[in-house]
């Protein structure tokens, strides 16, 4: 598990790393400082190789195109907000914990922007990048395990049969996922204004919302389909392919 200081390592650093061999994970940390600097729509493979020193075609080597390191970039995103949330919910009862969970979920997006937005907003399909939703399915359990602790003993509502009790928490951790994203998607948009005290603001109002969204769980409604709506975190938030070729 690569951890916050790695994934912000200095340009310096990932090229000495990178005269040590190990280019794939040096095209990945570029990858990250490139989408940083100039976002997803600038990005381009030979940018990176500029950047490495190294020739053009050196990167197909280890991706077969732009969207294929993309992807590396947004699995690295997965497992570091997968670690975020397994160091920052503590436990305790399943509805503190999954208000601790939609709070890193906030903070996260804003500490790391750039691999949130490729995690979260890249347009990569996932069928033809399924190691994506693999990388996020522990960032699925960390909502789908509390939520369905919850639907545990609570009465299915409505005429759904007896065993709906998975699809009700999968129902709730969806709602939960569904509006931590949204406090995050404002937060970068500047809507809760600028600075660590608008981040914190935007977390804490993610966790109160989760914990509002608890105690009226039982108006959730929705297809059985929901049993799959958060088995890969918020990698589904987009499914289009980009269009974009080798660069």
């Known amino acids: 598990m690569r951890g916050r200081d790695e ?54 080597r280890h991706f077969a195109d732009r969207d294929a390191l993309l992807a590396a970039v947004a699995v690295r995103a997965a497992e570091l907000l997968a670690d975020e949330l397994d160091r920052q919910v503590p436990p305790g009862p399943p509805a503190q914990r999954l208000a601790a969970a939609a709070r890193t979920y906030v903070r996260f997006a804003s500490d790391h922007r750039p691999l949130f937005q490729a995690l979260a907003g890249s347009g990569l399909d996932k069928n033809r990048h399924p190691e994506i939703g693999r990388a996020a ?29 998975e699809p009700a928490g999968a129902r709730l951790a969806l709602a939960i996922v569904a509006t931590a994203h949204g406090h995050a998607t404002l937060v970068l948009d500047g809507t809760f204004g600028v600075g660590r005290q608008a981040v914190e603001t935007a977390a804490n109002q993610a966790a109160a919302a989760a914990l509002a969204l608890i105690a009226g769980r039982n108006s959730l409604t929705g297809p059985p389909s929901g049993r799959q709506g958060v088995k890969s975190g918020i990698s589904r938030t987009k499914t289009t392919r980009s269009n974009d070729g080798p660069s």
């Open 7 to 60: 994934a912000s390592m200095p340009g310096t650093a990932r090229r000495k790393r990178y005269h040590h061999g190990d280019l794939r994970a040096a095209l990945i940390d570029t990858a990250i400082e490139l989408l940083g600097e100039r976002g997803r729509e600038a990005f381009s493979m030979a940018e990176a190789s500029r950047r490495l020193g190294v020739a053009v075609s050196a990167p197909y």
């Open 137 to 165: 399915q522990t960032i699925g359990a960390a909502f789908t395990a509390p939520a369905a602790e919850l639907a545990d003993g609570d009465e299915p509502p409505g005429d759904e049969p007896a065993d709906s009790k």
